[in-house]
């Protein structure tokens, strides 16, 4: 596992403000073709769309490695079968009508955790084991892999040196990227639950304490709005804690849905991953001609536990319940 202890705020900062770049202009690109020359040690991944063709190289990469992540919160990574026809000896294309969602950025260490502690790896080149040498870490996540029947993204790590972009007029610059504007204030002023209810059970055996600890930040949180607590045990996959805590809050306000936990249905644990089934009751506002509702609910959460120690909540599904 990445040695996160190592990452100063200086390197956190500035992998931050390069996928604050780069994220936007990678906009309604799709994924167009992976190239390994193994020969040459050269990778070359091309996005193209309506606004043109990117492609990302990097030279002598020290590893290339698959990750399959599970992003089914009840699916451990040990049941995951790697896809065939994934060595890279020929290149992957892809038409302009499969429009298949991709993107390129820069991994902090404990994202690199996160993915890595659901996933099934897949060496291309190098060892895995350079994961573990604080050297940079970029991915190609190919988002939503397969969402029949196992729920996966897959990703390409690239272990080593800075990538070169270019596009059909040549080198683009990261430096010329233009940081998207800053999102306006978020929605503010208390909008209480309708339902008079505790936002999580009250201690219980069926958890351990870190388990259970998170869980009651995540539904205390979404149920007080503390937008910046649910950001830190939940954070957003592609954005920063300040952009994080903005989704966060544009997303729960604009739904007006208010969780509240119950009971603990299943929970196992697998090395630095686990996953926890909440039953509970999910309440809403009125809106428009649409009635206040409560619904029994049934979460399922795949959490991630930190090299602090601390877990977060990495995906979670949702289904409705006949009461019982």
Known sequence: MPDTSRESVNDLESCAALNRRLLPAQSSLFLAEIDWDANEAVLDVTLAGAPGVRVF??????????????????????RLAMPVDMDLTNPLEFSADELVEARVRRLSGEE??????????????????ALREGQPVHELRWEGYTLEPKRTDLHLLVVGPPFTLHGENGEISLDGLE?????????????????QAPAFPDATSD???????????????????????LA????????????????????????FDFFHGESIEDVWVENDLASVQVRGTLSSHAEDDLPPMTEVSLWTFSLRRRANGDWIVRHFSQSFLRPR
């Open 57 to 78: 190289e990097w030279e002598a990469p020290r590893a290339l490695i698959w990750a399959l992540e599970s992003i089914d919160p009840g699916l451990p990574p040990s």
């Open 112 to 129: 690199v955790n996160d993915i890595l502690s659901a996933s099934r790896l897949q060496v291309i080149h190098g060892d895995a084991a």
């Open 179 to 195: 940081e998207p504007p800053h999102h306006d204030a978020p929605p503010s002023g208390p909008v209480l639950s309708p339902l």
């Open 207 to 229: 958890l351990p304490d870190d388990i259970e600890r998170c869980l009651r930040r995540f539904f205390t949180a979404q149920l007080t709005s503390d937008w910046e607590e």
């Open 232 to 255: 830190r045990v939940f954070p957003h996959p592609d954005f920063d804690l300040p952009n994080t805590v903005h989704w966060h809050a544009c997303h729960y306000r604009r739904l």
